[in-house]
Structure formats: structure tokens, C-alpha cells
């Protein structure tokens, strides 16, 4: 499913909604998505979830291709996140489809 990345812009800078990148640092570091935070799979299967991440927000979570989202989604659903949106385009497809890079 394909999400309108305007709005998903929208709403994580008037603060409704978040972005997790749960991609590894690594990767992070060679490029990220202006206004993401990251949260790495590794630390949310082994249950370490900032407690300074609000779980009332919309969550969209992206990765590489689009794989690692689908293994964090239900994860965070167990950790209490209330709605969290695993986006099936990867980093690259992000940023082509016109997501700002930070």
C-alpha cells in the first residue's frame, strides 16, 4: 500500500504523526530522511524502545526495501504504540518519490 508522502511530511512536522527508520546505524548514517528518528529493529526484538517515544502518535516506519517494517510493526503494536504504519517503499523509493533527505 502506497501512502501520499505529503501528508505523512505534514503530520510529522505539525507533530501528529512520527517516522521511525528501523533500519541499523549504518545505514542511518549514510543517509536518513529529514525529521526521522531512528529505532533500530535490533534494539525494539530485544525490547529497548526509548520510554521518550510518545505511543499515542501515529507511528510510519520505513526501511531499506521495505522487509524490517513488517517485523517492527507488530512488535511495536505488543510495546503499546497505538497505530503504527509500516511503509512498503524502501529508503531509495522514499527519496525518489520526493521525501527530503536531512
Not at 520510554?51 to 511495536?76: I, N
Request: hydrophobic fraction near 35%; charged fraction near 30%; glycine fraction near 6%.
Amino acid at each position: 500500500m502506497s501512502y501520499d508522502l505529503s501528508k505523512i511530511e505534514e503530520e510529522v512536522k505539525a507533530g501528529t504523526a512520527k517516522l521511525l527508520d528501523v533500519r541499523e546505524q549504518d545505514e542511518w548514517d549514510a543517509g536518513h530522511l529529514k525529521n526521522a528518528e531512528l529505532l533500530q529493529l535490533s534494539l525494539i526484538q530485544n525490547g529497548e524502545i526509548p520510554e521518550s517515544l510518545d505511543k499515542s502518535l501515529k507511528t510510519y516506519l520505513h526501511c531499506r526495501s521495505g522487509q524490517r517494517v513488517h517485523m517492527a510493526a507488530p512488535l511495536l503494536t505488543q510495546e503499546g504504540f497505538s497505530e503504527v504504519i509500516p511503509l512498503s517503499e524502501g529508503f531509495d523509493s522514499l527519496v525518489e518519490e520526493g521525501y527530503e533527505e536531512a
